[in-house]
T-cell receptor, first 113, second 112 residues
Framework: GENVEQHPSTLSVQEGDSAVIKCTYS??????FPWYKQELGKRPQLIIDIRSNVGEKKDQRIAVTLNKTAKHFSLHITETQPEDSAVYFCAASIGGGYQKVTFGIGTKLQVIP | SQTIHQWPATLVQPVGSPLSLECTVE??????LYWYRQAAGRGLQLLFY??????ISSEVPQNLSASRPQDRQFILSSKKLLLSDSGFYLC???????????FGPGTRLTVT
């Protein structure tokens, strides 16, 4: 089955700096890669996703990149703000029908004011 | 628009007691449904998923079971809770043929 590895497990950045979280996946058939943000005590929220036919996607201060050849994808957050502090999960799946989503272990991001 | 509900929001149960958590989805038909567990400070562990009424697949053998008696209803049960069953239980849904998965608000279970 699919295996998703995520790193780092914790990340501290100064407010205004950039943060990068990296994930690798094992199943070359995976074609959908979402990122979730989970604030303390709350549900994971889908913040951005990318499909395998796209190399990069951007939404305001967050962007995702995908390298299908190397089987890795990354989340980039620019101009970080204290409200970006949360746990971020990457995931991989084979989309378009019934699908099981495999999650990474999570990265705890702390933005220091 | 689609909405997912879970109840109860919090639950404290003694070891050995039964469990029933419910999840319902509104605004969609024949969704894929999922149960996840998240231990404190940990990642998301997939417990069960369902692609239709009465169709349940188990990911992790344990003392939990799941049922889908109606199209938009997903139930997680246990006959006898263990201390290790404590955690944050999340139901999730996905519209068939799509890619995005959305989570419910969760149930925080403490087994004492």
């Amino acid at each position: 089955g699919e295996n998703v590895e995520q790193h780092p497990s914790t990340l501290s950045v100064q407010e205004g700096d950039s943060a990068v979280i990296k994930c690798t996946y094992s199943d070359s058939a995976s074609n959908y890669f979402p990122w979730y943000k989970q604030e303390l005590g709350k549900r994971p929220q889908l913040i951005i996703d990318i499909r395998s036919n796209v190399g990069e996607k951007k939404d305001q201060r967050i962007a995702v990149t995908l390298n299908k050849t190397a089987k890795h994808f990354s989340l980039h957050i620019t101009e970080t703000q204290p409200e970006d502090s949360a746990v971020y999960f990457c995931a991989a799946s084979i989309g378009g029908g019934y699908q099981k989503v495999t999650f990474g272990i999570g990265t705890k991001l702390q933005v220091i004011p | 628009s689609q909405t997912i509900h879970q109840w109860p929001a919090t639950l404290v149960q003694p070891v050995g007691s039964p469990l029933s958590l419910e999840c319902t989805v509104e605004g969609t038909s024949n969704p894929n449904l999922y149960w996840y567990r998240q231990a404190a400070g940990r990642g998301l562990q997939l417990l069960f998923y369902s692609v239709g009424i009465g169709q349940i697949s188990s990911e992790v053998p344990q003392n939990l079971s799941a049922s889908r008696p109606q199209d938009r209803q997903f139930i997680l049960s246990s006959k006898k809770l263990l201390l290790s069953d404590s955690g944050f239980y999340l139901c999730a849904w996905m519209a068939g043929g799509t890619y995005e998965q959305y989570f419910g608000p969760g149930t925080r279970l403490t087994v004492t």
